[in-house]
Each structure stands twice: as structure tokens, then as C-alpha cells.
């Protein structure tokens, strides 16, 4: 690693740290300080907009780097996240997306307080956002770490602690001043980024094997030592039942979690109606599944042209493939061309990071101020603004994930985001379905679905070899493993929604079917949305 | 995108031919929005911007109260929502997006579940050779990226055709039926 491409990278990178900051101040000029530009931007973004918006909100540190490793370490089972992570958006679009944005104002708990008692309804949905967004927040520094760690040549853990504390300096300055107008012009431009840089490199993966995919592959299978092993599922969740029943948990959860990330729920908010929340969508599955293409030939192209022995050194997680694949195409380290396209790879990830953390941190501290502290505070208190605790919340949640970020660095991002998708599946999807879609669901059964899905997801974590008992683990020293599986949803999913329908039918409250007719009005036709 | 057609009733309806002044503009101007918004049952004190500065946005009138403890106003706006429920024009609404979404959301749900599952239990299968490298595997992960564009576009398209206009109208005809009940501000 030369010193040149160092300079360049941090240059790069503080170009757009000066375009967001610029971006984030021009538009916190002429705020107004109301919750609803904090939370929605005003409600008038266009559905392109907002679709590479979310686009931007998606298309995470753990696509980009994480998913690309797994494929250039274990070829075909890499691809599994890719797909599990694209249709997903059919559930968002099909169930949530439209009449989310008609009953709902800032959070996933609208929609559910709606029809219940608020304040425990509003307690549990908040709990488990705030849970799932930081533990995705993780997932994102965790990947800023392991990018600087490659970047400054060492993998020196002063370099990568200051990398985290920094990004999560930066996300609380974004999210704090600007809100959410900031944060989707930020969304916007990371996204612009990033598939600029994915399309060039993809080009030049493909210009590399003469445009013929089918060498592309059949390299990728020779060098990586499996053959044609690695062109089919098996060689990271083949063999025992264990690690197979550990692939359809994961496959579950990021089909299904997708729709209960608050971050991805809180971009509805940011259109005037539902059928601009549905064509954003429609954008978004556009740029997200063309870029998801891309990956996969990025993945291979990295595991053709770097070698999975290389990445493996490099990052043993295989955090780094895209970067040293950037490296190689441009010519090798210390040439010119490889030493500008690392630089622009690198700091293209950084951008990403960047804006997805932004998103997250915006999306909990929402659910802090706008569910946790509202129902939480103590009658007769002094009433402060809204607004102002979402920005101190904004701070407390950035602290907290520097802080777990910094324990976690070892993991592969994706598999940690796989992990904040199976919370977010368990303990938001089951509550939202049910409050959207069934007649006679109660307090209790919202609250029981909430918890109900949570705690077992993260108890059975706690109680995973990602926590303890094998020598990959968070705490190798301590044997607390219980539970076989890395991922917990095929269990706590079925779980959020069992106890859902349990506590509604165990309830004696009765349903109050007028609410539940205002909320089926609205959410299908849009009447009074906000 | 779609010319208008059938009668033009409503606000809005109009518009329908252009598409983008369209969804940028909520039917209701918005400074009437940001009213109706407080003399609405749907949000009390907790969900409505508590103790927002005073300069904000929303000219909010200190004394309008939030419906729901109000009573009266509150219980005969239910009944506008139960009523329009029950209408055959809502009933419609509902039937085509679950008609649609119902049958969809259960074909690439199996499919995608019948996809995993394969993967983890047949991988000889998946490891069938069709074309060169690529192999049983590859031709389904691809079919997955292809049958989620496919039915992207089928549900925009059904929902732009079979229930934009008509959703429209009743949410025009509630909030009018609402704001009536409300003692007809503003």
C-alpha cells in the first residue's frame, strides 16, 4: 500500500465530507424547527427522488463490501443475500409501503397506535427500532473500521477506532443540524456514487474477460480451489444440518425484515401521497436490482481476478474484496490507475457508510423522541420541544453504536446486517401486518407481538456462536452457546407471530372496530394522511 | 403516463393525465392539510409534534383541542369511517388490491422459500450444468432478480389502473364527510 493512494483516498473522502457538510448547512437554513421537516423533510420530495433515496438508504456498506467478499470467498452462497435482499421489496411494496405512508406520520409506531392504547404500543415499537437500528448502525461502522484499517496500510485498531468514532461524529452532525432534508440529499448523492462506481467497475471486470461471463465464472470456480463447487450453493452453508437450517434462517430474515426496518418505513414519510411512496418504490427496485446484478460480477470478478486467498489475508471476513479488486484492475498497487480507482473505491464506501448511517441514526432518534420520550416522560415535567430531543437522541444512539461497533469489528458486515434483519422481522413486521391487515388484533396483541419477537431474537443471539463458545466469536473465552444457529429468524419470526395472535386472543379487550375501520379507510384510500 | 379517462369527478381528477405535478401536489392545498390535521380524531396530544416551538410551521390554534377527547365530534367522525367502510365503492377498493396482492405476495413468497429450501436440500440439483458455467442455480438466483422486476411493474401497473382513481375519490368524499362532522372547519 503506497502513501499516494492514501492521499488521494482521504482527499476524496473530505470532498465529500465538505459537500455533505455543505449540503446539510444550506439546507438547515431556513429550517423551521417543526417535527415534520425533522422527521419528513416537509413531505414534498418526487418519487425519483425518494427512490434513489431509499435506493441510497439501502444499498448499504454490507452490499458493497460485505456481500461482494462473500461471493469472492464462497461463491454461490454469497448470492443468497443478494437475492433474499432484492425481493424483499416485493413485501414492502405489496403490504407496507403505500398504506404505511397513509396512517402513519414519523414512525412504525403510528401505524400501530393508531387503533391501540398508545402508550405501551407506542413503548414496545419504539423499544425494538431503536433495538434493530442499532444494531444495523453496527453492521455500517463495523465496515468504516475494516475500509480505514486497508486503507492506512495497518490494521492498526488506534486507525480503526478513530474511523468509527469519526463516521459516527459525522452522523450525529448530519442527522442533528440538518434532519431529514439533509439526510435525503446526502441518501441522494451517496447513491449517485455508488452506482457510478459499480457500473465502472463492473465495466471494467467485464472489458477485463472480453465481455464473456461465462470465463468470468469458470476463472472465479478455478482459482478459488472448489472448481465447480463454487459456481452452486453448499461450500458456506453446505454440510451439516446445522449450517443448512442456518441458510433458510437468514433467507427468511432478510426477505422479511426488509419491511420492518424503521429507516426504510421512515422514507415514506417523505412523499406527499401513497401512490408517490409506490412509484418511489418502483425507482428504488430498479436502481437496487441493477445494482445487485452488479455486485454479483463484482463478487465473482474479485474471486477471478484477486483470489480468494488475497481477500482472506487481507480481511479474513472479506470486507475489503471490492477495494483490492479496484487495486488490481487499475493496474496493480503502485500504478497509477490502481492507486486512483482504490482511492475512488474507498471513498465511495466511505461516502455509503456515511449516508446509511445517517439514515439509521435520523430513523432511531425518531423513535426515541417521537415514541420512547413522549410516552415515557413524566407528566407536569417541563414539556421541551420534540424536535430538540430527537437531536440529543440522535447523539445518545450514535455514542452507543460507537461504543458496540468497536467490540464487533471482527465480523463479516453482512452477516451482522443479516442479524439486525432478523430482529427487525420478528419484532416489526408481525405487529405492523397484523395491525394493518387484521380486524380483531388488541393491545396486548400488538405489545406481545412486539416483545414476542424481540426478546427471542436476541436471547437466542446472545445464546449463538456468533456471542460465544467457538473460536470466531465475539467472547471466545466464555462458553454461553445454547442455540446452533448464527441467524435467529427461523425461530423468532414464527415466534413474533405467534405471540401476536396469542395475546390478541388471550385479551378480553374487544376490538374496537371502528378504529379499525378508520385505519382500513385510510390506509387503502389516503383520507386525512398527514 | 395514463391518459385520463372515464368521468372526471373530484379534485384531482384532472390532473390525471400528468402524472408528475400530480403526486407532488397533495388534492387538499396545504396550508388547509396542516388545519385538518388538528381538529383530526386520528392523532391526539401524544402523536401530534408535542410542544413544538412556537414560531413552527403550522399556524396551530392554541385552542383547538384534539378530537378524540373531545366526544361527540370525535364518535360521529368513526361513523364516517365505518360507513365509508362499508360502502360498496371502498369494498371494491379493498377487493382488487387483494385480489392482486393476495395471489402475488403467495407466488414469489413460495417461490423464494422454494428457492432456499432447494439450495440447502438439493444442491446436486442446483449444481446441474445447463450452459456452460452456468449451472440450475444461477438460471433460478437470476429468475428471482427477473420475476421481482416482472411483478414490480404488474402491481404499479394494476394499482396505477384498478385502484388510483377510484381510491381518490373516496378519499375526497371522507375527508368532506369528516370535516362536515367536525363542524366544518375551517
Not at chain 2, 369494498?91 to 396482492?101: A, K, N, T
Request: with cysteine; charged share 15%.
Amino acid at each position: 500500500m503506497t502513501g499516494e493512494h492514501q492521499t488521494l483516498a482521504l482527499l476524496l473522502f473530505s470532498a465529500f465530507v465538505a459537500v455533505t457538510l455543505a449540503i446539510t448547512t444550506w439546507v438547515s437554513r431556513h429550517r423551521r424547527g417543526s417535527a415534520e421537516e425533522f422527521y419528513a423533510g416537509g413531505r414534498l420530495f418526487s418519487p425519483m427522488e425518494n427512490g434513489f433515496a431509499i435506493a441510497g438508504d439501502y444499498m448499504s456498506a454490507a452490499s458493497f463490501l460485505g456481500v461482494t467478499g462473500l461471493i469472492a470467498l464462497f461463491g454461490y452462497d454469497g448470492l443468497l443475500y443478494v437475492v433474499g435482499f432484492l425481493v424483499a421489496w416485493l413485501v414492502v411494496l405489496f403490504l407496507v409501503a403505500e398504506l404505511v405512508r397513509n396512517c402513519g406520520r414519523f414512525t412504525l409506531a403510528d401505524v400501530v397506535a393508531a387503533r391501540m392504547r398508545e402508550r405501551p404500543v407506542r413503548i414496545a415499537a419504539g423499544t425494538s427500532s431503536v433495538t434493530v437500528s442499532v444494531l444495523y448502525l453496527v453492521a455500517q461502522m463495523v465496515g468504516a473500521g475494516s475500509l480505514v484499517a486497508l486503507l492506512l496500510g495497518g490494521t492498526s485498531g488506534a486507525a480503526r477506532a478513530w474511523a468509527v468514532v469519526g463516521v459516527g461524529a459525522l452522523m450525529v452532525i448530519y442527522v442533528s443540524l440538518g434532519g431529514m432534508r439533509a439526510t435525503t440529499w446526502i441518501q441522494i448523492v451517496k447513491a449517485v456514487l455508488l452506482l457510478g462506481g459499480t457500473i465502472a467497475l463492473t465495466a471494467l471486470v467485464l472489458v477485463r474477460f472480453h465481455g464473456d461471463l461465462d470465463r468470468l465464472l469458470l476463472t472465479a470456480a478455478e482459482r478459488s480451489g472448489h472448481g465447480e463447487a463454487f459456481l452452486a450453493p453448499g461450500l458456506k452453508y453446505g454440510g451439516d444440518w446445522t449450517a443448512r437450517f442456518d441458510f433458510i434462517s437468514l433467507g427468511l430474515a432478510l426477505v422479511l425484515g426488509t419491511a420492518g426496518l424503521p429507516h426504510i418505513l421512515s422514507r415514506f414519510y417523505t412523499v406527499p401521497t401513497a401512490r408517490a411512496a409506490r412509484r418511489s418504490v418502483v425507482w428504488a427496485v430498479g436502481l437496487i436490482g441493477g445494482f445487485y446484478l452488479m455486485t454479483i460480477v463484482l463478487g465473482f470478478g474479485a474471486a477471478a481476478i484477486v483470489g480468494p486467498d488475497a481477500v482472506r489475508g487481507s480481511n479474513a471476513a472479506g470486507n475489503t474484496a471490492v477495494p483490492l479488486l479496484a487495486l488490481d484492475l487499475g493496474g496493480g498497487a503502485g500504478s497509477t490507475g490502481g492507486t486512483v480507482l482504490f482511492a475512488i473505491v474507498a471513498s465511495v464506501a466511505f461516502a455509503t457508510i456515511l449516508a446509511v448511517v445517517a439514515g439509521i441514526t435520523l430513523a432511531s432518534s425518531a423513535s426515541v423522541a417521537h415514541d420512547l420520550y413522549a410516552s415515557l416522560r413524566r407528566r407536569g415535567g417541563k414539556p421541551r420541544s420534540e424536535v430538540a430531543v430527537a437531536r440529543v437522541a440522535a447523539v445518545g444512539v450514535g455514542v452507543v453504536a460507537i461504543a458496540l461497533s468497536l467490540l464487533a469489528r471482527d465480523l463479516n458486515v453482512a452477516f451482522l446486517v443479516g442479524l439486525a434483519f432478523a430482529v427487525a422481522a420478528s419484532a416489526n413486521l408481525p405487529v405492523l401486518l397484523y395491525s394493518l391487515f387484521w380486524r380483531g388484533f388488541t393491545t396486548r396483541g400488538a405489545v406481545w407481538a412486539v416483545y414476542g419477537g424481540l426478546v427471542p431474537a436476541l436471547v437466542l443471539v446472545v445464546l449463538s456462536p456468533v456471542v460465544s463458545g467457538s473460536p470466531d466469536s465475539l467472547f471466545p473465552g466464555v462458553d454461553l452457546q445454547y442455540f446452533p444457529l448464527q441467524n435467529p429468524g427461523l425461530i423468532s419470526i414464527p415466534l413474533g407471530f405467534l405471540a401476536g395472535w396469542l395475546g390478541t386472543v388471550t385479551s378480553a379487550e374487544v376490538p374496537d372496530e371502528a378504529r379499525h375501520a378508520e385505519t382500513e379507510v385510510r390506509s387503502l384510500t389516503g383520507a386525512g394522511a398527514a | 403516463m395514463q391518459p385520463s379517462k372515464g368521468r372526471p369527478r373530484g379534485v384531482g381528477a384532472g390532473q390525471e393525465s400528468s402524472i408528475g405535478p400530480y403526486d407532488r401536489q397533495v388534492p387538499v392545498p396545504a396550508e388547509e392539510t396542516g388545519q385538518l390535521r388538528y381538529d383530526d380524531p386520528w392523532y391526539d396530544a401524544l402523536a401530534s409534534g408535542w410542544g413544538e416551538s412556537a414560531g413552527a410551521a403550522a399556524p396551530a390554534p392554541a385552542k383547538s383541542p384534539s378530537a378524540r377527547g373531545e366526544g361527540k365530534a370525535g364518535v360521529v367522525a368513526a361513523d364516517v369511517y365505518l360507513e365509508v367502510q362499508r360502502s360498496e365503492a371502498f369494498q371494491e377498493v379493498r377487493r382488487r388490491y387483494r385480489r392482486f396482492v393476495v395471489p402475488a405476495f403467495a407466488a414469489f413468497f413460495a417461490w423464494y422459500l422454494g428457492y432456499v429450501v432447494a439450495a440447502t436440500t438439493a444442491p446436486e440439483l442446483m449444481a446441474r450444468p445447463v450452459a456452460g458455467a452456468v449451472n440450475v442455480a444461477m438460471v433460478a438466483g437470476l429468475g428471482q432478480f427477473l420475476t421481482t422486476f416482472l411483478l414490480t411493474w404488474a402491481y404499479a401497473r394494476n394499482a396505477r389502473l384498478r385502484r388510483d382513481r377510484a381510491a381518490l375519490e373516496l378519499r375526497w368524499d371522507t375527508q368532506e364527510l369528516t370535516r362536515g362532522v367536525n363542524g366544518g372547519a375551517p
